[in-house]
């Protein structure tokens, strides 16, 4: 079994990303991923005819491809072509089948096809972004219709996650059901666009995003919470699921690029911030997400753990040690008998949203503190490696651990501010139930 590390949310100049597709899987490559996925909104193309003119600037959203890139791009990557035609230069996207034929690696990097489905209701008020990987075709409702797709009247936040799902494992049956994963990306981004609810009414929703450093619209931290309201989202969620038996949430980490290192922009870049680390025996689709299936993975935003063990009871995790860095192990539970219900809820006033003019005002549920509560803490001096276990109680619903440090994450070091990932190096491991009766029963990764 080996670590391996990956990023499953990222664009190029298929949607909005500002890089070639090449740039940006070889920019993951050589910043040592294991794996990674492209997703562009809507977009997974297999027309090898589809061609962008050459600004003489980077400007707009999509982004235009800009002449300085575009130089780059010609001098670096043999393979690129380019044409004259009607007095402007035009330069061909390779296609995601292109890319995995020239890029992957057996046993040593690992590309495969993804797709961001990016959508919202009918007021543009609500976005629902879902994304798919390893499933190399575009959902026949997304043929073209931009980067952004309107739903119908009526459509709220978990009707869309629940539509989109369907159509995934359509998609995936039509395909001839190939190992495949899918997971909802940023559930605030933009202004608390989705909701504990949502995830609730979607109980066959497996995976979602707990940190995603590609947001430029943060929410407003008007709730009374630790300041990580994605963990308490993930808490109110699984403690609904947990005590009727469902499927646990499990929870993955992306950096969800659209800025590039091999582009040289001067524009602040999180590449390589956020990431899931997967612990399987093989570097394949199949491996990879049959493990995340068993839970046996972790996401990060900088924080690498040596070991997470589960023996049915016991949740055991080991940090690797960095020099000047103080980690703690923060061990989260909710209990049988704790009060589910949202015991009130908080009026977010409007923001500013620069290309429609405004956010109304949310109301947001917020749940009882006895929901996602800390039942252990460990806690290491500064280079110190840091062991720490925590053995479920009887009324324990399930337990999971948030590793914290000391570390400023490097884009808040280099004095940037945006986006929706804590302001320190963490992970987080998935919640795990204990093996016993009434517990569920696809149990994760054991001893």
């Not at 499933?135 to 073209?144: D, H, I, Q, R």
């Not at 524009?267 to 997400?289: K, S």
């Amino acid at each position: 079994m080996h670590w391996f590390k990956g990023n499953l949310h990222c664009h190029s100049y298929w949607s909005d990303g500002r890089a070639f597709p090449d740039q940006a899987i070889c920019d993951y490559r050589d910043a040592g991923f294991d794996f990674c996925a492209i997703t562009d909104h809507n977009r997974l193309e297999a027309d090898c005819d589809v061609w962008r003119k050459v600004e003489a600037e980077e400007t707009g959203w999509p982004p235009t491809v800009g002449r300085a890139n575009f130089d780059l791009y010609r001098a670096e990557f043999p393979h690129a072509e380019w044409r004259e035609r009607d007095g402007a230069t035009e330069v061909r996207l390779q296609t995601p089948a292109e890319l995995i034929g020239r890029y992957n690696e057996p046993g040593r990097f690992l590309v495969m096809p993804g797709c961001e489905i990016t959508r919202c209701d009918a007021n543009y008020q609500r976005h629902m972004h879902l994304c798919y990987i390893n499933l190399a075709s575009t959902l026949p409702a997304s043929e073209k219709p931009g980067l952004v797709q309107g739903m119908p009247c009526g459509w709220d936040s978990s009707r869309q996650i629940a539509e989109a799902h369907r159509e995934v494992a359509e998609l995936a049956t039509s395909l001839g059901n190939p190992p495949h994963l899918s997971f909802v990306c940023h559930p605030h981004w933009r202004y608390y666009d989705m909701v504990a609810q949502d995830f609730i009414d979607n109980p066959d929703v497996r995976f979602f995003e707990v940190c995603n450093n590609g947001s430029d619209f943060p929410p407003v931290g008007l709730l009374p919470d630790d300041g990580l309201y994605n963990d308490r989202l993930w808490d109110a969620v699984n403690a609904h699921r947990a005590s009727v038996g469902q499927p646990l949430l499990y929870a993955v980490a992306n950096d969800d690029c659209h800025f590039y290192p091999s582009t040289r922009t001067s524009h602040p870049m999180c590449l390589g911030e956020a990431f899931t680390m997967v612990r399987a025996d093989a570097l394949t689709p199949d491996a990879l997400f049959a493990a995340m299936g068993r839970g046996d993975c972790y996401a990060s935003c900088g924080a690498i753990l040596d070991d997470v063990q589960f023996d049915g009871r016991t949740l055991h995790v080991s940090v690797q040690t960095k020099d000047g860095v103080a980690f703690k192990v923060r061990f989260i539970t909710t209990k049988r008998n704790a009060n589910l219900c949202v015991v009130h809820t908080v009026s977010v006033p409007s923001i500013g949203q620069p290309d429609k003019g405004g956010r109304p005002a949310r109301t947001i549920p917020v749940y009882s503190q006895e929901i996602g509560a800390t039942v252990s803490l460990v806690e290491g001096a500064k280079g110190e490696a840091v062991e720490a276990e925590y053995t479920l109680a009887d009324d324990d619903l399930y337990v999971r651990a948030r590793i914290e440090s000391d570390e400023i994450a490097p884009y808040y070091a280099a004095g940037n501010k945006g986006p929706m990932h804590p302001k320190t190096a963490m992970a987080w491991t998935q919640p795990y139930a204990g093996c016993r009766a009434g517990a569920w029963r696809d149990a994760p990764h054991l001893v």
